[in-house]
């Protein structure tokens, strides 16, 4: 069994940040689960461009509001607490926390993540080396 509290997390190598969001990743591929799970913190007033080409992943927010914009029909979906997205298709959207405050979502990705990853300029996060058997 694993059994994990976030505030053991922060500040190590599981609590990724950059200028627009933090990911706290609660569970990642060596876990053995066969996803990943992470608490995210998306800032307020900010957004980020995303496009899991490698990965899928679901989303359920429980604080803040917010809006993802698909790319490029530019249909967009209101976010707050109790709305789940998946993002099942590998779309490309923007992320956008409203500007009152921060926006914070519980994400899972499968295959899982390492635990390093951050979006590079194309909003990718890259494909995972495989697991030698």
Same mark, same amino acid.
């Given at each position: 069994?694993?059994?994990?509290?976030?505030k053991d997390?922060?500040?190590?190598?599981?609590?990724?940040?950059?200028?627009?969001?933090? @990911?706290?990743?609660?569970?990642?591929?060596?876990? +053995?689960?066969? $996803?990943?799970?992470?608490?995210? *913190? %998306?800032? /307020?007033?900010?957004?980020?461009?995303?496009?899991?080409?490698?990965?899928?992943?679901?989303?359920?927010?429980?604080?803040? @509001?917010?809006?993802?914009?698909l790319i490029?029909? +530019?249909?967009? $979906?209101?976010?707050?607490?109790? *709305? %789940?997205? /998946?993002?099942?298709?590998?779309?490309?959207?923007?992320?956008?926390?409203?500007?009152?405050?921060?926006?914070?979502?519980?994400?899972?990705?499968?295959?899982?993540?390492?635990?390093?990853?951050?979006?590079?300029?194309?909003?990718?996060?890259?494909? /995972?080396?495989?697991?030698?058997?």
């Amino acid at each position: 069994m694993i059994v994990r509290r976030l505030k053991d997390i922060l500040n190590t190598t599981r609590d990724v940040k950059t200028e627009t969001w933090a @990911s706290r990743r609660l569970l990642l591929r060596d876990d +053995g689960m066969g $996803f990943s799970m992470h608490e995210t *913190t %998306i800032f /307020a007033g900010t957004q980020t461009h995303i496009w899991y080409k490698n990965h899928l992943e679901a989303v359920y927010c429980v604080e803040g @509001s917010g809006e993802v914009e698909l790319i490029p029909s +530019g249909e967009v $979906f209101r976010i707050e607490p109790g *709305t %789940i997205y /998946a993002l099942n298709k590998n779309d490309r959207h923007w992320l956008r926390a409203d500007a009152g405050a921060d926006m914070r979502l519980v994400c899972t990705f499968n295959p899982a993540l390492v635990g390093t990853e951050v979006h590079d300029a194309d909003g990718v996060y890259a494909a /995972a080396p495989e697991v030698a058997a």
